[in-house]
T-cell receptor, first 113, second 115 residues
């Protein structure tokens, strides 16, 4: 089955700096790679996703890049703000999300004011 | 759009009793619903996948007789934890998908504490 590894497990950055979180996956059949933000006691919130036919996607301060050959994808957050502090999870799935999601282990991001 | 709700948001029950958690898609029809479990400071682990009108498919290691899943309609799935024990205490999260090729939308989660 699919295995998703995520690094780093914790990340602290100064407010205004950029944060990068990286994930690798094992199943070449995976074609959908979402990123979720989870705040304490809440369900995961989709912040950005990318399909395998695209190499990069950007939404304001958030971007995701995908390297299918190397089987890794990354989340980039620019101009970080205190409200970006949360746990971030990457995930992988086939059928563009209608099949089971395999989650990474999570990254606790702390923005230092 | 694409809102998923869960009820209750938190529940405390005594060991040996059963508890039911509801997951509803409020503004779309969900052909597939997923149930995840998340222990403190850990990732989400898929428990089972359910399609409307069909029996749920459980992940390896998940006891289907303990975690009963019913997906009776296109907007409602329920997870019943039977004979709950303290080790079942966890954060249970559902997600729903409108169909093939569509992304999943997550509910807010249900915190279960078994005393």
């Amino acid at each position: 089955g699919e295995n998703v590894e995520q690094h780093p497990s914790t990340l602290s950055v100064q407010e205004g700096d950029s944060a990068v979180i990286k994930c690798t996956y094992s199943d070449s059949a995976s074609n959908y790679f979402p990123w979720y933000k989870q705040e304490l006691g809440k369900g995961p919130q989709l912040i950005i996703d990318i399909r395998s036919n695209v190499g990069e996607k950007k939404d304001q301060r958030i971007a995701v890049t995908l390297n299918k050959t190397a089987k890794h994808f990354s989340l980039h957050i620019t101009e970080t703000q205190p409200e970006d502090s949360a746990v971030y999870f990457c995930a992988a799935s086939t059928d563009f999300g209608n099949e089971k999601l395999t989650f990474g282990t999570g990254t606790r991001l702390t923005i230092i004011p | 759009g694409a809102v998923v709700s869960q009820h209750p948001s938190w529940v405390i029950c005594k060991s040996g009793t059963s508890v039911k958690i509801e997951c509803r898609s409020l503004d779309f029809q969900a052909t597939t619903m997923f149930w995840y479990r998340q222990f403190p400071k850990q990732s989400l682990m898929l428990m089972a996948t359910s399609n409307e009108g069909s029996k749920a498919t459980y992940e390896q290691g998940v006891e289907k007789d303990k975690f009963l899943i019913n997906h009776a309609s296109l907007t409602l799935s329920t997870l019943t934890v039977t004979s709950a024990h303290p080790e079942d205490s966890s954060f249970y999260i559902c997600s729903a998908s409108p169909g093939q090729g569509k992304k999943q939308y997550f509910g807010p989660g249900t915190r279960l504490t078994v005393t």
